[in-house]
C-alpha cells in the first residue's frame, strides 16, 4: 500500500497537528464612498468596516498610540497620456488610550501628528473604544479638492485608501509589526467623479 505523503499532510494541518503560520490579513472594507460637492468644495464621505486586531488593542491598553491614515487623490483622465493628478489631501488620526483616566483620544490632523500635537486641528474624547473606533471608521463632508480643481469637459475619477499607519509607532514596534498581519490593515476604492451631482 502506497503511502500519499500529500494526504498525511493536509490531514494533519486540517487537525491541528503541525503548525501554520499563514495568517489571512485583517479584513477591511469600503462599506460607501460618496461624492459630493458644495459652492467651491468636492467633499467625500466614507464608511469603513473593520474589526481592530487583537494585538493593536493591546498595544492601545498599554498607552501606546495608533495611527490611521486616508488619503484621496483627484485624477483628471486622459486618453493621449497618464491621467494627471489634480487634488491630493491625507488626514492622520492618532488614537490614544489615557488609562488614568479610562478615556480614548483622537486627534485628527491633514498633517502626520507630531509629539507636542501642534497642526491638530480636532481632538475629540470617547468612554470606550467603540465610540472612538466609530469615528475613525466614518469619514463625513471632508474637503478633498476645489471646484477650481475640476475640468467639466474632461473626466475625473477618486482614489481613496485607509490604513494603519505602522511608520509612527515607536521604534521597537515597527520592527515588532514588520510581518505580521494584525498590522497590515488597509483597504481602498475607486470612484468615478459624477459632475452633475457635485451642483
Excluded at 88 to 112: G, K, Q
Excluded at 134 to 156: L, Q, Y
Aim: with cysteine.
Amino acid at each position: 500500500m502506497r503511502l500519499d505523503w500529500a494526504a498525511v499532510l493536509v490531514c494533519a494541518l486540517l487537525l491541528g497537528f503541525l503548525p501554520h503560520h499563514v495568517q489571512a490579513e485583517p479584513a477591511a472594507e469600503v462599506m460607501q464612498l460618496r461624492l459630493e460637492g458644495s459652492q467651491d468644495d468636492v467633499l467625500l464621505s466614507a464608511a469603513l468596516r473593520f474589526d481592530l486586531p487583537t494585538s493593536v488593542e493591546e498595544a492601545l491598553l498599554k498607552g501606546i498610540a495608533v495611527f490611521f491614515v486616508a488619503e484621496a487623490e483627484v485624477y483628471r483622465e486622459r486618453w493621449y497620456w497618464a491621467d494627471k493628478k489634480v487634488a491630493a489631501v491625507e488626514r492622520h488620526m492618532r488614537l490614544m488610550f489615557h488609562p488614568l483616566t479610562r478615556r480614548w483620544r483622537l486627534a485628527v490632523s491633514p498633517n502626520v501628528i507630531a509629539n507636542n500635537g501642534l497642526g491638530v486641528i480636532l481632538n475629540q474624547t470617547f468612554d470606550s473604544i467603540d465610540d472612538a473606533m466609530g469615528a475613525v471608521r466614518r469619514i463625513s463632508g471632508w474637503r478633498i479638492a476645489g471646484m477650481s480643481d475640476i475640468d467639466p469637459g474632461a473626466r475625473h475619477r477618486v482614489e481613496f485608501r485607509f490604513r494603519l499607519d505602522v511608520s509612527q509607532l515607536p521604534r521597537p514596534l515597527q520592527i515588532g509589526a514588520l510581518g505580521q498581519s494584525d498590522w497590515a490593515l488597509s483597504t481602498a476604492a475607486t470612484q468615478r467623479l459624477a459632475l452633475e451631482n457635485l451642483k
